[in-house]
């Protein structure tokens, strides 16, 4: 009986897993369709298959590629995919490296305030980014960070590091403190324990911030587009740049390619580090 229910259990949770899937791959499949259809196909059903979802082979072009990469779009799409990379990885790696920090003595020590900090944490990251944009945008203009790559790292600092510190200090506190109470008996310092014994068990907790804190980042359009103009604009906010060859004319075809070419730095990661993440957010889902 117990059997029976374990292999129902797991039947619906493979059909409910498999449902998820194509649900969330479905819109992927159609930006992917939009980037390779030529301009009659993205306007004229009869040119496509599968109803209105997949130009037929006649039909298919990577010119949108070739426009974004090498053509009349790339002086906008380059430098801002150039940026986008600049500015998300800078971010990450400070605010994960402060975090950590942040994270171990919340999670390892004992003073006044601590539950303050968390708490503060949360509510900035609960604050309304766009209520941010206009002080931010007058004070940058002033001092000469608008328009800048350091102009976008702060505020990005400002949505990730909050988030960093929470999911931090959740595995910290999955580690045990003996672990590093036997390595200073041995004769370790406060720092050579925490380096050689408590980052390396925490690392799938870093990993995991560091892709969740990069993910953050990557799809900010709010700041990319209020604190940029041209230098340091960042790919979401260049999309909204993007235009066709008359006024009439809506850019689908190169906007879909961009998406996918943006999406693929995001995958590569995933793909990576895939077990790190599992096991970071496996061993941070119980306490115990």
Same mark, same amino acid.
């Given at each position: 009986?117990?059997?029976?229910?374990?292999?129902?259990?797991?039947?619906?949770?493979?059909i409910?897993?498999?449902?998820?899937i194509?649900?969330?791959?479905?819109?992927?499949?159609?930006?992917?369709?939009?980037?390779?259809? %030529?301009?009659?196909?993205?306007?004229?059903?009869?040119?496509?298959?599968?109803?209105?979802?997949?130009?037929?082979?006649?039909?298919m072009?990577?010119?949108?590629?070739?426009? /974004?990469?090498?053509?009349? +779009?790339?002086?906008?799409? $380059? !430098?801002?995919?150039?940026?986008?990379?600049?500015?998300?990885?800078?971010?990450?790696v400070?605010?994960?490296?402060?975090?950590?920090?942040?994270?171990?003595?919340i @999670?390892?020590?004992?003073?006044?305030?601590?539950?303050?900090?968390?708490?503060?944490?949360?509510?900035?990251?609960?604050?309304?980014?766009?209520?941010?944009?206009?002080?931010?945008?007058?004070?940058?203009?002033?001092?000469?960070?608008?328009?800048?790559?350091?102009?976008?790292?702060?505020?990005?600092?400002?949505?990730?590091? !909050?988030? +960093?510190?929470?999911?931090?200090?959740?595995?910290?506190?999955? /580690? !045990?403190?003996?672990?590093?109470?036997?390595?200073?008996?041995?004769?370790?310092?406060?720092?050579?324990?925490?380096?050689?014994?408590?980052?390396?068990?925490?690392?799938?907790?870093?990993?995991?911030?560091?892709?969740?804190?990069?993910?953050?980042?990557?799809?900010?359009?709010?700041?990319?587009?209020?604190?940029?103009?041209?230098? +340091?604009?960042?790919?979401?906010?260049?999309?909204?740049?993007?235009?066709?060859?008359?006024?009439?004319?809506? !850019?689908?075809?190169?906007?879909?390619? @961009?998406?996918?070419?943006?999406?693929?730095?995001?995958?590569?990661? $995933?793909?990576?580090?895939?077990?790190? /993440?599992?096991?970071?957010?496996?061993?941070?889902?119980? %306490?115990?």
């Amino acid at each position: 009986m117990a059997r029976n229910q374990k292999d129902s259990s797991a039947t619906f949770m493979g059909i409910a897993s498999l449902f998820v899937i194509v649900f969330t791959i479905i819109p992927l499949l159609w930006i992917f369709s939009l980037s390779i259809k %030529k301009p009659a196909a993205q306007i004229d059903p009869d040119l496509n298959v599968f109803g209105n979802f997949f130009p037929r082979p006649d039909q298919m072009s990577f010119d949108n590629y070739r426009l /974004i990469l090498t053509g009349g +779009a790339s002086d906008l799409f $380059v !430098p801002a995919l150039v940026n986008s990379l600049v500015v998300c990885l800078v971010a990450t790696v400070i605010s994960v490296i402060l975090a950590t920090f942040c994270a171990y003595a919340i @999670a390892r020590l004992d003073f006044p305030g601590k539950k303050l900090i968390l708490v503060t944490a949360l509510a900035v990251s609960f604050f309304p980014v766009i209520s941010l944009v206009t002080p931010l945008f007058d004070v940058w203009s002033k001092i000469g960070l608008f328009d800048t790559q350091l102009g976008l790292i702060i505020p990005y600092l400002s949505l990730t590091l !909050p988030l +960093a510190i929470w999911t931090l200090s959740a595995f910290f506190q999955q /580690i !045990p403190w003996e672990m590093e109470q036997a390595a200073q008996v041995d004769g370790a310092t406060s720092w050579q324990a925490f380096r050689k014994v408590i980052v390396p068990l925490a690392s799938p907790g870093v990993f995991t911030t560091a892709i969740i804190t990069f993910f953050t980042a990557w799809n900010d359009f709010v700041f990319a587009i209020s604190l940029t103009s041209d230098k +340091a604009r960042t790919v979401p906010a260049a999309l909204a740049f993007f235009t066709g060859a008359s006024q009439f004319e809506q !850019p689908f075809g190169a906007i879909s390619a @961009a998406a996918v070419i943006v999406t693929i730095p995001v995958v590569i990661l $995933v793909l990576l580090f895939q077990q790190r /993440i599992v096991s970071g957010l496996t061993s941070g889902a119980v %306490k115990g």
